[in-house]
C-alpha cells in the first residue's frame, strides 16, 4: 500500500505562484507512474500533469506553459510548480500514482490517491 500526502496549497492572487508537493511512502516510488489532477466544485476531476518513471512528461492544454511538474526519487516526492496562476485554477489538486511507470492522462488507471490540498486564486 502506498500513502500520498499532498501539501503547499493555499490562497494565492492571481499571477502568483505556488509549488505544490506529493510525498509517497513505499521503496518502489522510482518506478511509479505520477499524475496531477484538480478539481473544483461541480466538475469532474480533471488531468494536469504526469510524469513517467523515466522523466517523460505531459500536461493538460489548459496548463501548459504555466505549469511545471517533477520528481526527486531520493525523496520520494513529486513537485508542480505553478506559475501565471489565474482564478480557474482554482481547484482541490490530487496527487495519484501508479504501479505501472508509463504516462496516463485518465483518472482511470492510478492505484493510489492522496487526500487533496487546496488552491485558490483570487482575483
Known amino acids: 500500500q502506498v500513502q500520498l500526502v499532498e501539501s503547499g496549497g493555499g490562497l494565492v492572487q492571481a499571477g502568483g505562484s505556488l509549488r505544490l508537493s506529493c510525498a509517497a511512502s513505499?521503496?518502489?516510488?522510482?518506478?511509479?507512474?505520477m499524475g496531477w489532477f484538480r478539481q473544483a466544485p461541480g466538475k469532474e476531476r480533471e488531468f494536469v500533469a504526469t510524469?513517467?518513471?523515466?522523466?517523460?512528461?505531459y500536461y493538460g492544454d489548459s496548463v501548459k506553459g504555466r505549469f511545471t511538474i517533477s520528481r526527486d526519487n531520493a525523496k520520494n516526492t513529486v513537485y508542480l510548480q505553478m506559475n501565471s496562476l489565474k482564478p480557474e485554477d482554482t481547484a482541490v489538486y490530487f496527487c495519484?500514482?501508479?504501479?505501472?511507470?508509463?504516462?496516463?492522462?485518465?483518472?482511470?488507471?492510478?492505484?493510489?490517491w492522496g487526500q487533496g490540498t487546496q488552491v485558490t486564486v483570487s482575483s
Open positions: 510524469i513517467t518513471w523515466r522523466n517523460n512528461i
Open positions: 513505499g521503496r518502489t516510488f522510482s518506478t511509479y507512474g
Open positions: 495519484a500514482a501508479r504501479r505501472v511507470g508509463t504516462a496516463l492522462t485518465t483518472r482511470d488507471g492510478y492505484d493510489y
